[in-house]
Structure formats: C-alpha cells, structure tokens
C-alpha cells in the first residue's frame, strides 16, 4: 500500500465486505477486458520527495517569463506592471482560499471587495451597472451577445474582423449551441468596415460586437456603428481595454448598451495564460438579465452597512430554463488583484499608465518606421499595439530578438493570411527607452 492512501488493506476488505463485493476488480466487472490496461502505468519508479521537487523544478525552469524576458509581445494579454501590495493582499488566507460568499453573514469582507470591485468597472466604463464571475474576455463577450438576444428576442450576433480572433472562436463555439447565427463583418484598412456593416444589419440583428481598441491596437470610428445598430433597435457591444478607458471616451458615452472586456491588465499576471478575468457592465434598463453575480449593498438588524448576494440568475438558484446563464465558477480572486490594483494607482495613476504606454508604444513606432525594412500596416490612430509590415518573416524575426532575450510581436498571419510579414507590437509603461531603442537596433540589424 502507498503510505499517502489512508485505507489499509483491512479497511478495504471491511468496506469490500459490507458491500458484499469479493475484490476491487470486482467492482469494475462491468468495463470489458479489451479496454483495460491490464498493466501498470508506463511511470517512472518512485522517487522521493527531494528528487520530485528536484525533477519538478529543473522542468519548470525549461519555462522563460517576462522576469527574464524583455516583452513587446500583447495581442489580448498585457505586461503592465503591478505593484507588489497586490500579491500581500490576494496571499492573504481570507482571500485565497474564499468562495462563494453564500453566507453573507460570514462573507462581508469577500463581499465588499466584489462590490468595490463593480463600483469601479462602472467607474471606467461610465456604465450603471456591473457583476461579477466571469471567466474571461472572450465568453464575457459571449455572455454579451446572449443578453442582446434575450433582450431582443432576435436572432442574429455581428461581429467586426477586428475583433481579437479568439474571442471570435469563443462566440462561434456559444451561439452555434444555442442556434444563433454569427455574423463576420470584414475590416478595412484596419477598422470596420462600416459600409458594409451597414449592408449587413437587419431586423433579426440582436447586436454588433466591437472591440475599441481593436485586435490591431486601432481605436475604432464607434458614432457611425452606434447610430447603425440604434435605428435597428439592435444593441451595441464594446469590447474595450481597461487601462485605455483612463484617456479615451468611455463606452458609455459612444452610447454602447453593453461593455465587456479581458481585465487580466488590471494588476493580474500574465500566468501563461491563465486564470483570467472578464468584466461586465451594463445600464440599468438591462441589469436583470445580467449573468454571473451581483453584489448589492444593504442595512443590517442594527442599521449597518452591509453586502449581499443579489440578482443571482444562475442555473443554481432558480429553475434552469429561466437562468441567464451557466456561470459556476468565481473569480472573485482576479477581480480582488483588479480591485486593489485600481485603488492603489488611483485616476490619475491609471491615467499615468495609459498615457505613458500609449507614448512609448508611438515612439518605438515612429523609430521603428524610420528603419528601411519595415513599414506601418496601417495608418490610424492607436493606443499601445500597432501592426508593421517587413520583407523577412516573422518568425525569422521573433527567432532572432529571442536570442537576445526579447520577446517579439505576434504574427497577424495566423489570423489574417492577407497580412503576410506583419507583425503586432506591443509596449506598455514597463518598456523603457532603453529597451525600445534596443529592439530597434536589432530589427535595423536583421538581413
């Protein structure tokens, strides 16, 4: 027997016997001899604990971070600095190992952070409403197009090419499960195009979904596309960049319905993926058909201030078929790193942020332009992600900084083969000109 297995063998055969069942293969009599293994697994022999921390570790380190690594690398996921108060507070044990705060009576302290945390999405986003619980931008934003449907009673989703293509992925994958059609609507010259969206919405069209700034760091021409969708009776969906909406107009005066957005940016690590946050808002004309949890705030017996759970239409409280959604897990965790993080920059430290990413990431571009191969994809306004063109590829491009310890741009024809030699770059606040002028250098030095 493995010592970290609690049953001994007279357990087992005390539990075998009350059952009336002979062996462990016994129960499993069912499963057909052709489908078992009837072997040991193909492991290792065993270690100890020395050597697994060991072997453990030297795998871990096969991994290369943006501790190590210089990042000009976004397409969706950021490297903005956050500052060290935010792991002191998310270690902490409340926090860490909190849940759903079912039992408000025992939850205020998780409680009050999702409700600060709401209070300051609404605060970006200009919007009258906020939840909490959603796993990401990307079913965020599938979460979106469903509200618009149901509010609605339409069929029919548009989303722009420029829209991050895995966030579209996502929106093929939800709405063809609950039959409603997708619509793609082609980019010009890096923005929407408007002409043909306009071709494109119809009476069955529930919403238009946009990203601002889009997928190619292009702030969109939203007045046209809002004024479209509105005489429908459709509903605008922004998908936006938090850390933008501290120097550009928020959603909520280019007169979107619903906003949603990735909030990794706000004070999460890039953890190599994941786990994420997608954050939610909306005006008050929609907040009950919100999906996920909303935190509320109330009097107690003594007429304290205190925090409940509210608006819960989730499949686990009221009867399925008039839930809002499926959302069971919470993040409530991320949006604590999010809540903190916007607390401890503050309007005018978030403003800080943007603006000295947006002046950095205009600074590589205009040097990066100066150089003979390489030219601008487009020629918009954007905020801190641009697109260039060379006569090299991008993989001989990216292959090359990482030698010198540089994470590269994203290779925009994976999702758009039309862009052949162009890449997406990114620079946030943490780049210093230093770091830029360096890559510079050595894209001028690639023959």
């Known amino acids: 027997m493995f010592p970290y297995i609690p049953n001994s063998l007279s357990d087992e055969k005390e539990l075998l ?15 057909p001899e052709s489908v078992k293994l009837n072997r040991r697994l193909n492991l290792n022999s065993p270690m100890s604990e020395i050597e697994v921390v060991r072997q453990i570790g030297d795998m871990a380190n096969k991994n290369k971070s943006t501790d190590e690594l210089v990042c000009f690398l976004g397409a969706g996921a950021y490297d903005h600095y ?11 044990a409340e926090f860490y190992t909190a849940y759903t705060p079912y039992q408000p009576e025992i939850s205020q302290g998780t409680l009050q952070v999702i409700f600060e945390y709401q209070t300051m999405i609404c605060n970006l986003t200009g919007m009258d409403v906020s939840n909490a619980s959603m796993y990401d931008g990307g079913t965020a934003t599938a979460e979106a197009a469903f509200m618009a449907c149901d509010n609605t009673k339409r069929n029919s989703i548009i989303v722009s090419k420029t829209v991050n293509p895995e966030t579209r992925k996502i929106l093929k994958t939800y709405l063809s499960f609950r ?40 702030i969109e021409e939203v007045s046209e596309i809002e004024k479209c969708i509105h005489e429908n009776k459709g509903m605008l969906i922004m998908n936006v960049d938090p850390i933008s909406l501290a120097i550009l107009k928020t959603p909520a005066e280019q007169g979107a319905d619903i906003v949603v957005g990735e909030g990794q940016s706000l004070g999460n690590n890039l953890n190599f993926g994941g786990p994420y946050l997608g954050f939610m808002a909306t005006t008050n ?9 909303i935190v509320g705030q109330t009097e107690d017996v003594d007429g304290k201030r205190a925090f409940v759970l509210t608006l819960q239409a989730r499949e686990q409280h009221i009867r ?14 991320n949006a604590l790193a999010a809540a903190v993080y ?37 020629n918009k306004p954007f905020f801190k992600e641009f697109a260039i063109k060379s006569n090299f590829s991008v993989e001989k491009i990216n292959d090359e900084l990482l030698k010198n310890n540089i994470i590269g741009g994203y290779n925009l024809s994976k999702d758009y083969p039309q862009y052949d030699n162009s890449m997406l770059l990114c620079v946030t606040e943490k780049r210093t000109k230093k770091e830029i002028d360096t890559l510079v250098a050595l894209m001028e030095g690639i023959k």
Do not use: M, W
Not at 83 to 92: E, N
Not at 285 to 293: H, I, Q, T
């Open 17 to 31: 016997d009350s059952i009336g069942v002979e062996s462990i293969e016994k129960l499993f009599e069912d499963i």
């Open 82 to 92: 956050i500052p060290s108060v935010i792991k002191h507070i998310t270690s902490r």
């Open 179 to 218: 039959g409603i059609e997708l619509i793609e609507v082609d980019e010009f010259e890096g923005i929407t195009d408007v002409e043909k969206l306009k071709k494109l919405v119809d009476r069955n069209t529930a919403g238009v979904i946009i990203q601002n700034p889009n997928f190619f760091g292009i």
């Open 285 to 293: 004309k929609l907040l009950r058909k919100l999906p996920g949890r």
């Open 320 to 333: 399925r078929q008039k839930a809002t959604s499926n959302i069971c897990s919470n993040q409530a965790l």
């Open 342 to 378: 916007l607390t401890t920059l503050g309007k005018k430290g978030l403003r800080e942020v943007a603006l000295q990413s947006a002046q950095k990431a205009h600074y590589a571009f205009n040097e990066i332009s100066k150089i003979g191969q390489f030219k601008p994809l487009f």
